[in-house]
């Protein structure tokens, strides 16, 4: 967990105001964050349901505020201005594959139980 005084917080949020504010983050979703950094790297910055942040560039790594975890802070704090709400969690790509290998196996199953030939289903009386 991120910890740090008042003024080095107001530091980072003024930081990323100057280095272009809400327009280097994407919203990943699921509380995630990419954030562009002042050398184009880039950090992943986590929100976690209490509303800690967590950053993967150095200064993150050792729980220390860092502007890209202060960008992130402005964008989800302009949203909740307007009344947006987070976007809704990715499905990843493995998750997808599994879910989407998981309905075939269905499909194939129930191929498997039908009580006439698959191919009569393909085929019309004359």
Not at 57 to 76: E, N
């Amino acid at each position: 967990m991120t910890v740090g005084t008042k003024s080095q917080y107001q530091q980072c949020i003024d930081r990323a105001q100057r280095m272009g504010g809400t327009t280097r983050v994407t919203e990943l979703g699921d509380g995630s964050y990419r954030v562009v950094g002042s050398r184009a790297d880039l950090y992943t910055v986590r929100v976690d349901a209490e509303g800690n942040y967590a950053c993967t560039c150095p200064a993150g790594r050792h729980d220390t505020p860092c502007w890209h975890s202060a960008a992130a802070w402005l964008l989800r704090a302009a949203q909740s201005a307007a009344g947006i709400a987070p976007a809704e969690p990715r499905e990843s790509d493995a998750t997808l594959r599994a879910r989407l290998l998981d309905e075939s196996r269905e499909r194939a199953r129930h191929i498997d139980e039908l009580d006439v030939p698959l191919a009569d289903y393909f085929t019309t009386a004359a």
